[in-house]
């Protein structure tokens, strides 16, 4: 009597069909973390930039709530400030980031009465590398109308 042997495992085939199935999901797997975080990076930096423009609007506000602008202020900062998203300017990894203020502008009411307008547009620039090789330059403005009672 002649009978067929079978053995039970798996054939080879069958093993490299696994492991190139393991490798290309891998593979997508390691390349959806990879723009996972360099999308949170690039929204840590914008919300860090933001930030940073918020605070230099206010700052900007405050001295026009003073009353003591001088002519050069008055002119804005279109040269620009040099501050940093992300480290400091002796770190190995930094960020760094410009403020512009545009030239501050009265604006004329329309109502008689103690009110004073004033225009302010403020933006920041910053380089991001989140996404490529290259950099990509990102900007956010910020304006407002700031309406001052005497």
Known sequence: MNRLKSQSGFTFI?????????????YGLMLGVVHARGEMRAIELRE????ELASYMEYW??????????????AGNLRGTTIYLEGDQFSRYKVPATLYLDPVQFIPSPHSGGLR?????ARI??????????????ERDLSMIMTQFE
Do not use: C, N, P, Y
């Not at 506000?61 to 008055?74: H, N, P, V």
């Not at 620039?125 to 990102?138: G, L, P, Y």
């Open 14 to 26: 069958e093993v490299m069909v696994a492991i190139v199935i393991i490798t290309v999901s891998s």
């Open 48 to 51: 860090r930039a933001t930030e």
């Open 61 to 74: 506000k405050g001295r026009i709530a003073d009353g003591q602008l001088s002519i050069g202020e008055k």
């Open 117 to 121: 307008r004033w225009q302010l547009h």
């Open 125 to 138: 620039r910053w380089q991001d590398f989140s996404f490529a090789t290259k950099s990509v330059t990102r």
